[in-house]
């Protein structure tokens, strides 16, 4: 079956502009993460969803970053007013998310790498 | 805190050669461990993990163990090869959680 997807796969933006950044996990994965990766830097923890339940937003680094998960399934990371800090590779990842020895193996996406100008 | 640390990269070996990427962690309680790569153009992908103390892990030729007393889960493999070239993320998933801790990467390039 498909993977995760991701898209826009680039997207060069002016500082201010708001931008919005989408994935589409895997069929059936309720877990759904998103990471930042910035040049040199690991992946940055932004955001967690799983299934119903209230997303973990403890690692958006500013409350211009929001996201929202429609239907337990696509979801939509937006950045606000975009800063130059901001650009970066954003990443999305999907897990079952379920019990079991391998319920929180993650499966990634391309990312979107994002530019802020 | 909870935390990953690799070895700054980038590593450049010829094939044929031995390799290994050092990771250590520091967290709480018994976390599992895991080995990330990045191919180039790609997305990440799991190569292997190991889930309690002693525990090995290995793919395509890869192997770590987990080591708690050393706090470590070094990547190692016998002999590489071009397409081995990649960035390779350790990581930790905190026992009881969902969350994942990565280190910054340690990009390798294997020259023929």
């Known amino acids: 079956g498909a993977g995760v997807s991701q898209s826009p796969s680039n997207k060069v933006t002016e500082k201010g502009k708001d931008v919005e950044l989408r994935c589409d996990p895997i069929?059936?994965?309720?877990?759904l993460y998103w990471y930042r990766q910035s040049l040199g830097q690991g992946l940055e923890f932004l955001i967690y969803?799983?299934?119903?339940?209230?997303?973990?937003k403890s690692g958006l680094p500013s409350d211009r970053f929001s996201a929202e998960r429609t239907g337990g399934s696509v979801s939509t990371l937006t950045i606000q007013r975009t800063q130059q800090e901001d650009s970066a590779v954003y990443l999305c990842?999907?897990?079952?998310?379920?019990?079991?020895?391998?319920?929180?193996?993650?499966?990634f996406g391309p990312g979107t790498r994002l530019t802020v100008t | 805190g909870n935390s990953v640390t690799q070895m700054e990269g980038p590593v450049t070996l010829s094939e044929e050669a031995f390799l290994t990427i050092n990771c250590t962690y520091t967290?709480?309680?018994?976390?599992?461990l895991f080995w990330y790569v990045q191919y180039p153009g790609e997305g990440l992908q799991l190569l292997l993990k190991?889930?309690?103390?002693?525990d090995k892990g290995s793919n395509k030729g890869f192997e770590a163990t987990y080591r708690k007393e050393t706090t470590s889960f070094h990547l190692e493999k016998g002999s590489v090869q071009v397409s081995d070239s990649a960035v390779y993320f350790c990581?930790?998933?905190?026992?009881?959680?969902?969350?994942?801790?990565f280190g910054t990467g340690t990009r390798l390039k294997v020259l023929a």
């Open positions: 069929s059936g994965h309720t877990a």
């Open positions: 967290a709480t309680g018994y976390p599992s």
């Open positions: 969803f799983q299934g119903n339940s209230a997303p973990d």
């Open positions: 190991a889930t309690k103390a002693d």
């Open positions: 990581a930790l998933r905190l026992s009881g959680t969902y969350k994942y801790i």
């Open positions: 990842a999907s897990s079952a998310g379920t019990s079991g020895s391998n319920s929180y193996e993650q499966y």
